[in-house]
């Protein structure tokens, strides 16, 4: 049974596709089989998992517009356990080129039922805004893991988040789940990281990983050379918070 969890946070900044690349890539350290799907048009998640974002020949572009279907545009054995469904630039018009399209919050639900049992686990990077895109994102996912980065205006834009899940989950999929909440960018130097932390668990009625990112120099590093943390650095303090979340992740799924 696959579980699709999409990364959504519509603030910018929050470490979403830190979160999705190493997400993805520790639980395919973990013996779990993924693809990690961009639907981002920044295509971050696509280059951080060393992928060459403007020399890939299909991408999500390209099964958003029909030009292609879903098993021509996954990129197979990218690392050990991973694929990954590219993204770039291109993307960027996708919302323009849905302009009247029936049914086009199901684009990638319908070509994903296609795939989704050839794996454990499919983790979507949601681009940082509620555009049609996410929307997409939201109506094939099971569940929505929010990044929260530790920092003053960390609640800000998070009920607009939940709202909008609340939205599809209304009148789209009605079977959508908050997956939970996950802080990152924590440093245990300030107070402030600290009551943030605190302020969340009082005014949140989600469930909270007990697993915390840390603000760490490797895992800001980690993207500029292609790979995930747990290849880049497996000892760094970002490495293991990343393989610890994951097996949180899949604790949660065997519950």
């Known amino acids: 049974m696959s579980r699709i969890i999409a990364i959504a946070n519509q603030k910018g900044g929050v470490g979403k596709t830190t979160t999705a690349i190493n997400l993805s890539s520790c639980l395919a350290g973990l013996g779990k089989k993924v693809l990690a799907l961009d639907m ?11 992928v060459d974002k403007d020399n890939i020949e299909k991408n999500v572009y390209d099964l958003i517009i029909g030009e292609a279907g879903i098993e021509e545009c996954i990129y197979e054995g990218v690392l050990d356990n991973l694929d990954v469904l590219p993204s770039n630039i291109d993307l960027s018009a996708a919302e323009i080129e849905l302009i009247g399209v029936e049914n086009k919050e199901f684009i990638i639900k319908t070509e994903m039922e296609k795939v989704k049992e050839n794996y454990d686990f499919v983790i979507i990077d949601c681009p940082p805004a509620l555009s049609m895109l996410t929307i997409n994102a939201m109506t094939t996912a099971d569940s929505i893991l929010v990044p929260i980065q530790c920092e003053y205006y960390a609640l800000e834009g998070l009920s607009q988040l939940i709202h909008t899940i609340e939205l599809v989950q209304e009148r789209l999929n009605a079977s959508l789940k908050i997956e939970g909440v996950v802080f990152t960018m924590y440093d245990a130097r300030t107070n402030l990281s600290l009551q943030v932390v605190e302020n969340v668990k009082d005014n ?13 120099i490797r895992l800001a590093e980690a993207p500029s050379y292609g790979m995930p943390i747990n290849l ?11 393989m610890q979340l994951a097996e949180e992740v899949i604790r949660k799924g065997e519950d």
């Open 40 to 50: 981002d048009p920044q295509g971050n998640m696509t280059s951080g998992l060393g």
């Open 204 to 216: 949140l009625e989600q469930n909270i990983y007990k697993t915390i990112i840390p603000r760490n």
């Open 232 to 242: 880049y650095d497996p000892k760094s303090a970002g490495a293991e918070s990343y």
